[in-house]
């Protein structure tokens, strides 16, 4: 899996993203990530067609990511039917990565149909996002494939170290969604941030994208401007220094402010919402 990749999340506008994720595969991008519930799959498997289609890239280069649902994560069969449907969404045979995308509904039985998934070849790997840490340690203690991955929130403002060590435990490869905190607290313009970007020449996006990347996480960030999908990926030059990680560590709220995993109303909305 590429350490970087691009996330499509919240660009509904089916024209807008297959031309995103066109640009974003021409800029250098070559992991890209979805889901189900962006629906925006058949705009992702379009903008990829048409890269290929023109020599940018190859389907083998590529490394495409999609997620199930909670609303398919019922049974071993529901969830194995929503690869299916993902796939033809996207107009591909296999798909190289298939997440749950939340630890919620029968979450056990729609990774045995993910596993199944991966053993009949429809994914080259299975996973998980927003799994946290004892909820991994049981996964990862009851299931035949280990996750690959566990994709969860990670950025300055939510360090989440201990829940990095627990993956590095059962070899799960951490991958931060919101890389960016969504833009959340000022990160564009945070002084510190901006500060140690200027030793490098760069901006504080790419300091807080090699701040994760550095510290061994993957990372996905999105954007719908070319100058900025260039920036985002342009951070594979620079080391920041162990003083450098520090101090943007330091920025950590130890809560995410984005998203509440505790709450059971927000637990309740994402087991009400039907994309299909
Ligand atoms: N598994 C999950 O539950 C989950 C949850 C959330 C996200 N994700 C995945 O993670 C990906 C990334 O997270 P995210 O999209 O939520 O947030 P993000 O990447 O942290 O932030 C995206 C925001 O930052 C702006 N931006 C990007 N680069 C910038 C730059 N260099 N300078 C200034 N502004 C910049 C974007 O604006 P413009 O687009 O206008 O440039 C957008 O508003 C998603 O797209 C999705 O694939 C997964």
């Known amino acids: 899996m590429p350490a970087e990749g691009f996330g499509v999340f919240q660009i509904a506008d089916a024209a807008q993203c297959e031309q995103v994720v066109y640009d974003a595969i021409k800029t250098g991008y070559r992991l890209l990530d979805t889901a189900a519930a962006y629906m925006n799959e058949e705009a992702v498997g379009k903008g990829v067609a048409r890269a290929i289609a023109e020599g940018i890239t190859t389907r083998e280069e590529l490394f495409i990511t999609t997620k199930v649902w909670v609303q398919d994560q019922k049974t071993e069969e529901t969830a194995y039917e929503a690869v299916k449907v993902s796939l033809k969404k996207l107009a591909m045979p296999y798909v190289d990565l298939v997440l749950l995308h939340q630890p919620m509904g029968d979450y056990f039985a729609a990774y045995r149909g993910i596993e199944r998934a991966c053993r009949e070849g429809l994914t080259k790997a299975v996973g998980v996002a927003n799994f946290y840490p004892a909820v991994l340690a049981n996964l990862c203690e009851n299931v035949e494939m280990i996750p690959a991955v566990n ?126």
């Open 151 to 276: 994709q969860v929130e990670l950025h300055p403002f939510f360090v989440q170290e201990s829940a990095l060590e627990n993956m590095k435990a059962y070899g799960v490869v951490p991958q931060a969604w919101g890389p960016l905190a969504e833009g959340k607290h000022g990160i564009f313009t945070d002084p510190k941030l901006t500060e140690i970007g200027q030793k490098y020449g760069k901006s504080a996006a790419q300091v807080v994208l090699r701040w994760n990347a550095q510290r061994g996480v993957s990372i996905i960030p999105k954007s719908v401007h070319v100058e900025r999908m260039g920036q985002n990926i342009d951070i594979w030059d620079f080391t920041l220094t162990d003083e450098g990680m520090a101090e943007i560590a330091a920025k950590d709220l130890g809560h995410s402010e984005i998203v509440n995993h505790d709450d059971p109303a927000f637990v309740k909305m994402l087991c009400g919402m039907k994309i299909h």
